[in-house]
Structures are given as structure tokens and as C-alpha cells.
């Protein structure tokens, strides 16, 4: 059963930035994605970028170039870079991991456009508040 925490939520002025952090376990096939996803109460989910183990990457609008997406393989960690943040970023943020025995299956997780569907394991969510 894979695990994931998320971490980095908080209180952020405009214009700051933040690095959101998904610890990832409990892997138990060779190939996975983790994508981020972002969901305002009484709004539809939405989906930000996605990563696999072998770190490609891929964004859902590559015109949101405020966000980007990174992993530290050690760590088994994925992080959400969001800079310059805006009124309209303040959401639950959500990073969600699907898993899978062949590579192929996982670039198709993460290609555009992120189904949340195709991810069978999300975390509890962290916080993100815009406010001067």
C-alpha cells in the first residue's frame, strides 16, 4: 500500500513562493508517478504537473510555468515548486501516486491531461493560504 504525506502547506504572501514536499513509500512495483493536484472547496479538483521514476515530467497547462515539479530519488520525495504565488492559488493542495510494471504505463498516468483517476493512492492534502 503505497503512502504518501504531504508537507510545506502554510500562510504565504503574494508574490512568495513555496516548496510543498510528497514523502512517498510502500512501492511495491518498479514504476510510478506522482502527480499534484489542487482542489478549492466547492470546485472542481485540478491538476497541476506529474513526475514518474524516471523523472520525466509533465504540466497539465504548460502556461502556469509558476509551477514545477522535482524529485529527490533518495528521499523518495516530490516536490511542488510554486513561486510568485497568486489570489487564485489559495487550495488544498494534493499529490496522488499511481504504480505500475512497466514504464509505458506510467508516462500514460502522467501525460496530459492527469486523470486523478488513474491514481489509486493520495495523501491528506496540505493547506495553501494567500493573504497580505
Known amino acids: 500500500q503505497v503512502q504518501l504525506v504531504e508537507s510545506g502547506g502554510g500562510l504565504v504572501q503574494p508574490g512568495g513562493s513555496l516548496r510543498l514536499s510528497c514523502a512517498a513509500s510502500g512501492f511495491t512495483l518498479d514504476y510510478y508517478a506522482i502527480g499534484w493536484f489542487r482542489q478549492v472547496p466547492g470546485k472542481d479538483r485540478e491538476s497541476l504537473l506529474c513526475i514518474t521514476s524516471s523523472d520525466n515530467t509533465y504540466a497539465d497547462d504548460p502556461s502556469k510555468s509558476r509551477f514545477s515539479i522535482s524529485r529527490d530519488k533518495g528521499k523518495k520525495t516530490v516536490y511542488l515548486q510554486i513561486n510568485n504565488l497568486e489570489p487564485e492559488d489559495p487550495a488544498v493542495y494534493y499529490c496522488?501516486?499511481?504504480?505500475?510494471?512497466?514504464?509505458?504505463?506510467?508516462?500514460?498516468?502522467?501525460?496530459?491531461?492527469?486523470?486523478?483517476?488513474?491514481?489509486?493512492?493520495w495523501g491528506q492534502g496540505t493547506q495553501v493560504t494567500v493573504s497580505s
Open positions: 496522488a501516486a499511481g504504480v505500475a510494471r512497466r514504464l509505458t504505463a506510467v508516462l500514460a498516468m502522467c501525460a496530459p491531461p492527469l486523470e486523478a483517476s488513474d491514481f489509486s493512492s
